[in-house]
């Protein structure tokens, strides 16, 4: 099938419009969003799908909304070896009109119905609907790898190419096995059918009879439980009875040594009151003898703190009065130090003055030499202005003089020259034209001259003879290349401004000398102004030193230090000789020199006060942090001694008021009373312990309660037997009414019948799966060969687009399953999304390729395609596009037409809105 065109009139958004594709190519159809690419394919389908008194919902949606129209959709293809003119209108006027024209030229025509059913009929018969779907890409939907196994064109052109049946057997006996396999087997291989519900009730047997084997041996295990819990029960109710004596014994015992315990008790009642009395006239003691150790202790520390608090005081009071001499001293120093400030001052004034003239000085002399290469600029240049010579105009030059000598030798070498020499007394003339050379107009006796013939020269002697001369042809064209070169070498010459080829070599020797020192000025103007420009400095230097005046004079040099920097001694080392000779800095000099060593002498003086300045406050801060530490240490001591005078008058105070309540000597008698009679009561409680431990009266208690608890647990454990034999013997009973004996047997007899019966459908089964799986296997290696060609015709489209190492494999559905590049084996699902568009668009212009050449080839169509596709993809899918449209018809619709501008020799139709 080949589509030539399609028309669609009020078809959606489309008012009117009639798009023609080529029969063999490739055609691209470009339209913005929504201009109706995809409504061509959607009318396309619908024309042999739907009559045109159709009410389906796909009609109505094709209808413009608000607009009382009938859609219509004409189409022109080719089918069957058929023209075909189909057009058809829904829903408003509705018509179906069929025009065919077979190959012999006759023409039908159908309407209504009958036209209809026979496009319908064509369609069918000619297009096969799995390779139509298959090769029609709609939109989104080109990333869908087809899976065309059951398209009949595909099939047959495969089949054709490899020669080999598609079923690899005769469909008789392949129906036979699958009806015989599907017996007992699914298509996955599960049982089904009898077999399986044989294999059910074989396994419902074994259930049946394993559980009645289990029910006879939970009776036996029932009747040897029931002889061990008897036994055990004896057992344990002997152990209760023996043990329940032991208990009654204990209970005798534990009443009897009650009363000994409860004597035990009361002494050691009374042992604890009597000690703690003990241990109170015992800490009363000791308290009386701490408060008479610390009177005695505080009298004593009072006393010595009363002395150091006199001696704190004194040192603290010279302290203060070594702080008020060191700070009488800095405030000496501070003085001096400013002095020696000014001196510093004063000379780094006159210093910046000496540097400012000097520079002044170097700018002037550099502003002179300025204006000498400025000069020398303007003058290199004035000489360039004048100079109209360059390397080219010389080089013009040399090579129209070398011209002209070339074409004056020439002219030599193709004119003849004629020599006349006057011998007689006649005279002889010379005339012409186009002579070389000094050819005078009359020769003179014995006078003879040479001159080169381009025109014509007269030789004459008045009255006798007339010689004429005459240059050939090729004459005039050598004059003409002389003239030429004559003219041009002096047009050159003129726009120079020189006479000649010297001339002007000379003047381009003083034009390069020139440029050089112009070149040469302008690098020392650049170095002499690239501190920036000397006037503007010297301007500022100048405003700065303002006119000339005389040197100030030297002030006068600052005396040497007071004598109080003798209060620093108790600071200073003996060896120091800080303040020897100190004198001031001496008057500044008039030169740079003396003025920066007046200036160096001015700093060491203000160093050497800086640092007397440093040890004066180190002076005054250590004098300040004694005296804080001696006004410290008196303030501390005055506390000390006033809380120790306090803490003795706390001390008498004390003891006083408890030698008010009892004196010294009855706290001794007290304690001595207290410890009469703790050692009472001790031996009291010695003899009832002794009593008690003879008696056993701490264990009985312990005894009882473990005896107790074994009662118990004898008890518990006889009921748990008993109630677990009544369990069993219960069970037991039932189990002989049940006639567990008989159904065991009737189970083995029933398992036996349906083993019997499932053995003989598992040997027909097993037999139809071998002959199933025999019949596939080689049906699968058939199959492996007809779908060759399709995978070899995308390997090799494919390997137009990645390379040579480019191959697929197809699965059962001959759909690809997989793709191999550069050696890396991946599943198509395992692929990118450019990948695998570009996969299932190569894939497809493959199966068209194959079914091309026969009757069932339908166009390919893609909707919106390689919309995942780089740069690089897009160039090469573009040209495997081109390429499959000399094999087929090709219809792509697309918004962007970028993505398919390397497609060679397409069509491009552009949608207007």
């Known amino acids: 099938m080949r589509l030539h065109s399609l028309a669609l009139r009020d078809f959606r958004g489309v008012k009117d419009r009639m798009v023609r594709f080529r029969a063999l190519g490739t055609t691209v ?28 919902t796909r009609i109505r949606d094709i209808q413009p909304v608000g607009q009382d129209v009938g859609p219509q959709v004409t189409a022109e293809l080719s089918l069957g070896g058929r023209e075909l003119t189909y057009s058809k209108r829904w829903l408003k006027n509705r018509s179906t009109e069929l025009t065919i024209v077979e190959p012999d030229g006759r023409r039908q025509s159908w309407t209504g119905r009958e036209a209809h059913n026979e496009a319908e009929r064509l369609f069918r018969e000619h297009v096969d609907p799995v390779l139509w779907q298959t090769l029609m890409v709609s939109q989104g939907q080109s990333l869908v790898l087809p899976t065309p196994a059951d398209a009949e064109p595909l099939i047959t052109a495969v089949t054709a190419e490899s020669g080999t049946p598609v079923d690899g057997a005769s469909m008789p006996l392949v129906t036979a096995v699958e009806h015989e396999y599907l017996r007992y087997w699914t298509p996955r291989g599960k049982p089904t059918g009898d077999f399986a ?3 059910k009730a074989v396994a419902a047997a074994e259930l049946s009879c394993k559980q009645a084997f289990q029910a006879m041996e939970e009776v036996q295990s029932d009747i040897r439980r029931a002889e061990r819990l008897n036994l055990d029960l004896d057992d344990v109710t002997g152990r209760l009875t023996e043990h329940l004596t032991v208990l009654e014994a204990l209970r005798d015992r534990k009443q009897a040594t009650d009363e000994i315990l409860l004597r035990r008790d009361s002494v050691r009642s009374r042992a604890e009151t009597a000690r703690a009395r003990l241990e109170n006239h015992t800490r009363t003691r000791l308290e009386r003898e701490r408060l008479l150790d610390e009177v005695e202790r505080f009298t004593k520390f009072e006393a010595e703190l009363a002395g150091r608090r006199a001696d704190a005081e004194l040192v603290a009071k010279t302290a203060a009065e070594t702080v008020q001499a060191a700070e009488a001293a800095l405030a000496e120093v501070v003085e001096l130090k400013d002095l020696r400030r000014t001196d510093v001052q004063t000379a780094e004034r006159r210093v910046s003055d000496l540097m400012d003239r000097a520079e002044l000085d170097r700018l002037v002399g550099q502003q002179t030499e300025l204006v000498d290469v400025r000069a020398r600029i303007a003058a290199a240049g004035t000489i360039l202005d004048r100079i109209k010579v360059d390397d080219a105009i010389v080089a013009a030059l040399e090579d129209a003089r070398a011209a002209v000598v070339e074409a004056r030798a020439a002219l030599a070498a193709g004119v003849p020259e004629v020599t006349v020499r006057r011998l007689g007394a006649e005279p002889v003339e010379l005339s012409g034209t186009g ?68 001339a002007a070599r000379e003047l381009l020797r ?39 005046e005389p040197d100030e004079p030297a002030e006068k040099p600052v005396e040497g230090v007071p004598g109080q920097m003798s209060l620093f001694e108790e600071f200073a080392s003996p060896h120091d000789t800080l303040f020897d000779d100190f004198d001031g800095p001496g008057p500044a000099a008039d030169d740079l020199t003396g003025a920066q060593r007046a200036l160096d002498a001015a700093r060491d ?66 304690e001595t009373e207290a410890t009469a009679e703790v050692e009472a009561v001790l031996e009291e409680l ?34 748990r037997l008993r109630d677990a034999l009544r369990t069993t013997e219960g069970r037991l009973e039932q189990s002989g009414r049940d006639g567990l004996a008989t159904r065991r047997d009737l189970a083995e007899l029933e398992l036996a019948a349906v083993r019997t019966e499932h053995d003989s459908l598992l040997r027909r089964a097993e037999a139809a799966q071998r002959v199933h799986e025999t019949l596939s296997r080689h049906r699968a290696e058939a199959q492996t060969k007809y779908s060759e060609p399709l995978q070899s015709r995308i390997e090799s489209l494919g390997r137009s687009v990645y390379g040579p190492s480019f191959r697929v494999w197809l699965d059962d559905d001959l759909a690809v399953a997989e793709r191999e590049l550069d050696g890396v084996r991946l599943p198509v699902e395992a692929l990118s999304t450019g990948a695998q568009e570009q996969l299932a668009i190569i894939t497809r212009l493959a199966i068209s390729h194959l079914v091309s050449t026969g009757e069932g080839s339908v166009p390919v169509i893609f909707d919106d395609a390689l919309g995942w596709s780089d740069k690089a993809r897009l ?39």
């Open 605 to 670: 003086g203000l160093a050497e006060a800086e640092r007397l300045l440093k040890d004066a406050e180190f002076a005054v801060e250590q004098a300040r942090k004694a005296a804080d530490e001696d006004r410290s240490e008196a303030q501390n001591a005055r506390a000390r001694s006033e809380l120790a005078g306090e803490r003795l008058a706390a001390a008498v105070e004390a003891l006083e008021s408890a030698r008010s309540v009892l004196d010294d000597e009855a706290v001794t008698v007290a």
């Open 29 to 56: 159809v470009v339209g913005d969003n929504e201009v109706g690419k995809s409504s061509l394919v959607e009318a396309f389908g619908l024309i042999f799908d739907l009559p045109d008194d159709s009410k389906s």
């Open 510 to 548: 003083k034009a390069d000398t020139a440029s050089a020192e112009l070149n040469e000025a302008r690098r020392t103007e650049k170095s002499l102004t690239a501190g920036g420009d000397p006037g503007e400095r010297i301007a500022v230097l100048t405003a700065r030193l303002g006119p000339d």
């Open 435 to 502: 002579l070389e050379g000094n050819a005078p107009p009359e020769l003179g006796f014995d006078e003879s001259t040479e001159v080169l013939v381009s025109g014509e020269l007269v030789v004459g002697v008045p009255g006798q003879v007339e010689v004429i001369v005459r240059a050939g042809g090729e004459a005039a064209t050598l004059r003409a290349r002389v003239d030429d070169a004559v003219r041009r070498e002096k047009d050159l010459l003129k726009k120079a401004g020189v006479k000649d080829v010297a």
């Open 197 to 199: 519900r044989s294999a």
């Open 875 to 913: 160039r090469d899918m573009g040209a495997l596009l081109g390429r499959a449209g000399d094999h087929g018809q090709i219809i792509v619709l697309t918004c962007m037409p970028d993505r398919y501008e390397y497609v060679p020799k397409a069509t491009f139709i552009t949608l207007d809105g």
């Open 686 to 719: 010695t003899a009832v312990q002794a009593q008690a431990d003879e008696a056993g009266a701490d264990r009985v208690a312990d005894e009882l309660a473990h005896a107790l608890a074994v009662a118990k647990r004898l008890q518990d454990e006889r009921d």
